[in-house]
């Protein structure tokens, strides 16, 4: 459809040009912010201005030996790790009762089961602090890893229900006529099938636990902090280079999944674009 | 053989065939719901429980009720009008002694404090005089010896409005509006009405970054919708990177950028445009700045999905008839993309108001928003009845909002608007 758009007399020209240079100014404004930071964090002097006097990579080894931020870069690897084990296995299930449910009180149950990605972090949080301290699991893993299993179990609904959709359920059909038990049928012809929407579902569910800090700043306790928690404390006392050198390295986290979520996404067009 | 396998089956079971549909649906159904049930029972402990917890906080008066039980029974029947009787002043000091000894004086002050300003001094001079129980008959003057405050009837007023079970005290204060003392809803004193403030800042502070978002997601999601589609994927990477780069990444960068010896104040003042530094964080601008980069993805991605189902085949039979660009786009091009505005600005609108950390981080003490109160109340404070109403407050409005988006979205889902 594209080529349709092409601009034809001169003034569709110049409004084209004029939108291509507007939009291309948006974009920058979109990825100035981060590109300035990056440069930053390989700084050998300690202020966060350019030009730089040199370069050393002594904020990355600042970091590394920092005790502080080495524990916050584990602990969210772990609470991150954890809820979306937790939230794959609730999400995937729960999908998979969607599919084939039909009643009227679906789209409430969808309702329930998407909301807390509407309602703010604030208000989830502090219901949280409330509910879960006198049960002893504020300042707990296990507290933090429940809260944000709740926090990313929509994105694996969608992901995964999104996937289900495509899925022909005739196949699972076949397979029970042929004699697989349902979970035989499950385990050898719905989940490869499913795999990569469930791959992504996962990276979705890491990417929101790994980024999530309202919920960490009233819920943990010292020996929770993660990493977007640390660089929330950093942020607030005074940014030194350390805390861009801990930028770079979440931002790299971030290009990691955000470049396997894409590849997942091509290849499922791929194969798609096979079938037709 | 199909017949007799039908036959074979009908034989060996008398239940019609219908009844038995019947029931295999049911299992069917059961089994579905058996499947999603984990999950909802979860979100009921993780989520549903933890709000209805707040929300039962906003309304909950346990404080005084259960510091001062038998004021409270003594006051049930009082009608407000004078000072209460001689057994109200008994009861209060029986339970003030009891209380001293608890040490569960200062829940009760804290509580009553609200309700009426220095009640807490009230209150502790109270527990430290009270040397012993009044005689039978003499609590009245005993107590009003120890705080002429205790004659008044205001006094009483406030203990009996704190009395609970429930309250609709906290609401109220969420909305600049107490109780007087005849019980009539009026606005609160000025210093304590700041709420109305907050709420209409936080609406203005959404509406102003919705604005920005639409003005500057326009054009980009136009341009991607437009280009071919290699072209189109790879500018995306520039909407896609920053909407997965962490919230706090973002933030601390433009604060990097924007700070007085930062990069946009450095090249201003290398240009010689300025000679001081501008001031361009930690006020409303900087929460303007960041919250729109922050958001800005959440507006591109729906207008460009609606965008991309367009037909340009709608633009060419308009040019055709002879409309000009301008009035093909406004007339053909535009209203096709409103459900997409639509769309995108209330999802923009919705996770503006209840942001947090990003006005926390560059916003000052005039740039905060609801949340920042509600935080505020919750950890600093302690005042978790008001922090809950405040609370209520956000979520009704997120929800109702939340409602339209759905309906919306949904609509568009059946006239194939936003497939994506």
């Not at chain 2, 609160?188 to 997601?217: H, K, M, N, W």
């Not at chain 2, 091009?333 to 459900?339: A, H, K, N």
Request: proline share 6%; with cysteine.
């Amino acid at each position: 459809m594209s080529d349709n758009h092409a601009p034809r007399t001169a003034s569709q020209r110049v409004a084209w040009i004029t939108t291509v240079v507007m939009a291309s100014l948006v974009l920058v404004f979109l990825m100035a912010p981060i590109l300035a930071i990056m440069p930053l964090s390989f700084s050998s002097g300690s202020y966060l201005t350019y030009p730089l006097p040199g370069l050393s990579l002594r904020w990355y080894e600042d970091f590394l030996n920092s005790p502080r931020w080495v524990s916050s870069l584990k602990n969210s690897v772990i609470i991150g790790v954890a809820s979306t084990i937790l939230s794959m296995v609730l999400g995937t299930l729960a999908s998979l009762g969607l599919a084939q449910w039909k009643s009227k009180f679906k789209p409430l149950v969808l309702a329930i089961v998407l909301s807390p990605v509407v309602v703010p972090g604030v208000i989830t949080a502090v219901g949280l602090y409330f509910f879960f301290a006198p049960l002893g699991l504020t300042g707990s893993y296990a507290g933090l890893i429940l809260a944000h299993t709740a926090l990313s179990t929509p994105f694996v609904v969608i992901t995964v229900s999104a996937t289900l959709q495509s899925f022909d359920m005739n196949l699972a059909r076949a397979a029970a006529s042929l004699g697989a038990s349902p979970i035989y049928a499950f385990r050898r012809v719905i989940l490869p099938l499913i795999l990569p929407g469930l791959a992504s579902g996962a990276l979705f569910a890491f990417a929101t636990s790994f980024d999530e800090v309202v919920v960490v700043l009233f819920m943990a306790g010292p020996e929770q902090r993660t990493l977007p928690r640390e660089m929330f404390s950093g942020i607030r006392e005074n940014i030194s280079p350390t805390i861009t050198a801990a930028a770079v390295i979440l931002t790299t986290i971030s290009v990691i999944l955000l470049a396997t979520l894409e590849a997942l996404r091509r290849r499922n067009e791929r194969l798609k674009g096979n079938l037709r | 053989m199909t017949a007799a396998f039908v036959a074979g089956a009908d034989a060996s079971s008398e239940v019609p065939l219908k009844r038995r549909l019947k029931r295999a649906e049911r299992t069917r159904r059961l089994k579905a719901l058996a499947l999603i049930l984990p999950l909802l029972l979860f979100l009921l402990f993780t989520f549903l429980g933890p709000i209805a917890g707040m929300l039962w906080r906003s309304v909950d008066d346990w404080e005084v009720r259960q510091v001062l039980p038998h004021t409270v029974a003594a006051l049930a029947d009082w009608d407000g009008k004078d000072v209460p009787g001689e057994p109200a002043f008994a009861a209060l000091a029986g339970d003030i002694r009891t209380a001293r000894d608890a040490g569960t004086v200062a829940i009760a002050s804290k509580r009553l404090n609200y309700a009426l300003n220095g009640f807490r001094t009230i209150m502790s001079g109270t527990a430290r005089n009270l040397k012993a129980l009044p005689e039978p008959g003499t609590a009245k003057d005993t107590l009003i010896g120890i705080n002429p405050a205790w004659g008044e009837r205001a006094t009483w007023v406030a203990i009996k409005s704190a009395s609970g079970p429930l309250t609709s005290f906290y609401l109220l204060g969420a909305l600049d509006l107490t109780r007087n003392v005849d019980g009539a809803i009026v606005a609160a004193p000025e210093e304590q009405a700041i709420y109305r403030d907050v709420f209409g800042r936080t609406f203005t502070i959404s509406l102003g970054v919705t604005v920005l978002c639409l003005i500057l997601g326009f054009p980009v999601a136009y341009m991607l919708a437009t280009l071919p589609t290699g072209q189109s994927n790879v500018l995306m990477i520039f909407v896609l990177l920053p909407f997965w780069t962490s919230l706090l990444v973002r933030t601390c960068a433009w604060i990097v950028v924007l700070q007085s010896e930062g990069i946009v104040n450095d090249s201003l003042r290398w240009i010689g445009l300025i000679d001081e530094p501008l001031r361009l964080i930690y006020n409303r601008f900087g929460v303007y700045v960041a919250m729109t980069h922050v958001l800005l993805p959440f507006m591109i991605l729906p207008l460009y999905s609606s965008m991309r189902s367009i037909s340009p085949a709608y633009m060419r039979a308009a040019a055709s008839l002879g409309a000009s660009p301008v009035t093909a786009f406004l007339r053909i091009y535009l209203p096709q993309t409103v459900p997409g505005i639509g769309a995108g600005s209330l999802l923009v609108f919705i996770l503006a108001i209840g942001y947090y950390i990003t006005p926390a981080l560059v916003g000052g003490a005039a740039d905060q928003m609801i949340s920042y109160f509600i935080a505020f109340y919750t950890t600093e404070t302690v005042n978790w009845g008001l922090a809950s109403a405040l609370g209520a407050v956000l979520l009704l409005a997120t929800l109702l909002l939340a409602v339209v988006y759905g309906k919306l979205v949904h609509g568009q889902q059946v006239t194939g608007g936003m497939k994506n």
